[in-house]
């Protein structure tokens, strides 16, 4: 099926998964989807290996961690709430190959007044499940959660790249 792209999400400057200046992330892109779910295209690489061929665990389930969050940016529609993770299980179903296009989602499935769930999942094109979490989230405000962060230097980049629809197979 193919789903409408609502809006690209910005990236932040050093995030592992989505910081464009962090030379050892994943720079990953994100969107928000019409359907309320989010959804990135991104590679891992040789050098987020485990062993030849795979990638770390810790990076995968940092991609599923970063989705949960961006999942309520999609629901919301924006950056207005973050979240520190509270709860979270991975499980691992294939081996999760770097130097090949993924496909990633998340969706919220529950959410109260502090608190959400998310449940995520990384692909390969063809529509495998790789990975999966479910993981909790406690809402915050930036402020309260660093000190030094600043919103608008945090996410300061929106790199539009006219994808306007994302064909999701799974």
Known sequence: ????????QRNSKMCIICGLDNTAGLRASFYSMEDGSVISLFMYREEHQSYPGRVHGGMITAMLDELGVRALWAKAGGEKTYGVTTSLQTKYRKPVPYGTQLLARGVITKESGHFLTAECAIYNLEGALLANAEMKYLKLDLNQISDDANER?????LVEDGITEIEFNA
């Open 1 to 8: 099926m193919k789903i409408k792209v609502k809006e690209k």
């Open 153 to 157: 230097e945090e996410m300061c980049y």
